[in-house]
């Protein structure tokens, strides 16, 4: 169904493209406080040149691929944000086309970035952050395993109110494959 590979240079413009016409709000979902709106090829160029290549060997960042069309779909970053505790961090998820909300695909992804977390880069937990309103994906990570650790209150300003984030985790312990 899905498949992950490492995002390259050239797959930044369809970045850019999947966020042509969103809002700020939108950008802020995925994104969090790192892009500013609009999104920039430049912004993404300089995150991808210094943080990603450079100067943070820690960051991964994989695009979403549809195995039965060979289209990218989306992007999911794995951070290591505690080396002596191993701790890592899901960030920066998207599932860019519409129509492909809802099929369990989130799931799947979320499943091969936890398996490679734990089997691959030996983490002991894995973390994410999600905007309490966004129950859909809120679902998603806790058929996953995932678990409400605390909620971060009006974490974001936003034209429709205060916004709030729960952070969520996942033990290797209690992972199952």
């Given at each position: 169904m899905i498949r992950l590979q490492p995002l390259e240079r050239e797959d930044l413009?369809?970045?850019?493209?999947?966020?042509?016409?969103?809002?700020?709000d939108d950008l802020a979902q995925w994104a969090g406080?790192?892009?500013?709106?609009?999104l920039t090829e430049d912004q993404l160029e300089d995150y991808f040149t210094h943080q990603v290549y450079i100067d943070y060997p820690t960051i991964f960042v994989y695009k979403i691929i549809l195995t039965e069309t060979n289209e990218v779909i989306g992007t999911i970053e794995l951070r290591e944000t505690d080396k002596e505790n191993r701790i890592g961090k899901v960030c920066r998820f998207l599932i860019a086309q519409e129509g492909m909300r809802g099929m369990g695909i989130g799931q799947k992804v979320l499943q091969e970035i936890v398996k490679l977390g734990f089997e691959d880069f030996g983490f002991e937990k894995i973390a994410l952050n999600?905007?309490?309103?966004?129950?859909?994906?809120?679902?998603?990570?806790?058929?996953?395993?995932?678990?409400?650790?605390k909620l971060y209150e009006n974490v974001r300003k936003s034209a429709a109110g205060d916004w709030s984030s729960y952070e969520m985790a996942l033990l290797k312990s209690e992972w199952q494959e």
């Open positions: 413009k369809k970045i850019l493209e999947w966020n042509k016409n969103q809002s700020a406080p790192l892009y500013h709106h609009p999600v905007f309490d309103f966004n129950v859909h994906a809120i679902r998603c990570y806790e058929k996953v395993g995932f678990k409400k650790e």
